[in-house]
């Protein structure tokens, strides 16, 4: 018994020729990426297992796996996303790991969802998407700052100091959780004055959840191509203005997930 060979999708695009984009298809196998069209729409893809085996005689239960989800799979479905942004304007990324029995059932939806997806690409035409995460150099710093703009926290700590036989636990419990709430509020404090510097050149911004301490910022900015070098030079000018205190790590141009991500549930293959 073999695997039923499908349609990984990675995402739409305008228009009605047939392309190759080359053997860069995710898993490994060098699949060639494809497109697959509807009049002036086309959904890029390449063969994929579907999980399912192919039987010859009598139908028998089917084994159903689920697509890996590895940081090599979602790399490779990105970095095709990317290769097709360097030709193509307006692309719509389709979410990671949908994948389609065969190509008459991707016609089919990009004809019943035609208008939506029409609609859709115009909205993120000529568009790209810029990461902006921002890290405190320096957390000692942080963490006295945020005892000094806080009296509750300053005196509870030097009432815990001031206790000699040092028995105090639940005290010293209620201070970790106090330091934790405010620490969240610098957070959110300092990345809104960093997105306000970078939000007049946007057309949207979304903020994502950090990770750790040190992270006070985990952006997302939906931007016109023609304003990337302005974007560009701001962060250039926040880079130098918090040189001492912060490091940005500035990502992109990359496909459009935090505001598009095309999402096909399984029944709408069905119909």
């Known amino acids: 018994m073999m695997e039923k060979e499908g349609k990984y999708i990675y995402c739409i695009i305008a228009t009605s020729q047939e392309r190759n984009f080359g053997p860069i298809g995710i898993g490994g196998r060098l699949d060639d990426v494809l497109t697959i ?21 009598p139908p028998i239960a089917q084994a159903i796996t689920k697509f890996a989800v590895n940081s090599d799979n979602m790399l490779a479905h990105q970095r095709v996303i990317e290769e097709v942004m360097k030709e193509f304007d307006s692309v719509l990324p389709v979410r990671f790991g949908t994948i389609a029995s065969n190509a008459d059932e991707i016609r089919n939806l990009l ?13 993120a035409d000529h568009k790209v998407e810029l990461g902006v995460k921002g890290v405190w150099k320096n957390m000692d710093v942080i963490f006295k700052e945020v005892v000094d703009e806080n009296k509750a926290i300053k005196i509870t700590k030097e009432d815990i100091q001031n206790d000699r036989n040092k028995k105090n ?3 010293k419990m ?6 934790e709430k405010a620490l969240e509020k610098k ?11 970078l939000r007049r050149t946007a057309f949207d911004y979304k903020l994502n959840k950090t990770v750790g301490d040190e992270m006070f910022m985990n952006a997302a900015f939906l931007v016109d191509k023609g304003r990337e070098k302005e974007f560009d030079n701001i962060m250039d000018d926040l880079g130098e203005e918090h040189k001492d205190r912060v490091k940005f790590m500035y990502t992109g141009p990359l496909p459009v997930f935090n505001f598009v991500n095309i999402v096909i549930y399984p029944e709408e293959w069905e119909k």
């Open 169 to 171: 636990i639940q005290a």
């Open 174 to 179: 209620e201070v970790g959780k106090m330091v």
């Open 37 to 57: 069209g509807y009049e002036d729409l086309s959904m890029v893809v390449s063969s994929h297992p579907t999980g399912q085996r192919a039987v010859v005689g």
């Open 187 to 197: 957070k959110e404090k300092e990345a809104e004055r960093i997105v306000d510097a």
């Open 111 to 123: 004809g019943r969802r035609y208008r939506e997806l029409k609609n859709a690409l115009r909205d």
